[in-house]
Nanobody, 123 residues
């Protein structure tokens, strides 16, 4: 499956952004979906994930209560609504897909990655 992330930009602390990820070339409902982020000089880290059918969601502690992941299997889309953004949320955000079971927070679980979209939160 090919993934295309969008929706990044510059926002002030406390603001909101909605990231989108469009999937193509596969049966979207067969894939669990995740969002990861990578800040300059840091390793890629897990943000959120959503399961294939049930829609069960997973969040990193750092974003729980502020971010919401959702998916639309009919539109082959996954979204990340980000509220109450903080300067430390600044990063390139990547969407990822996996057909396999495994830890949803482990990047190695995922076999398809989008190109990333930059989110910059200013103070």
């Amino acid at each position: 499956v090919q993934l295309q992330a969008s929706g990044g930009g510059l926002v002030q602390a406390g603001g909101s952004l909605r990231l989108s990820c469009a999937a193509s070339g596969g049966t979207f409902s067969n894939y669990a979906m995740g969002w990861f982020r990578q800040a300059p000089g840091k390793e890629r880290e897990f943000v959120s994930a959503v399961s294939r059918i049930s829609g069960r969601t997973y969040y990193a502690d750092s974003v729980r209560g502020r971010f919401t992941i959702s998916r639309d299997n009919g539109a082959n889309m996954v979204y990340l609504q980000m509220n109450s953004l903080k300067v430390e949320d600044t990063a390139v955000y990547y969407c990822a897909a996996t057909r396999y079971s495994g830890s949803r927070s482990d990047p190695s679980t995922y076999d398809s990655w989008g190109q990333g979209t930059l989110v910059t939160v200013s103070s």
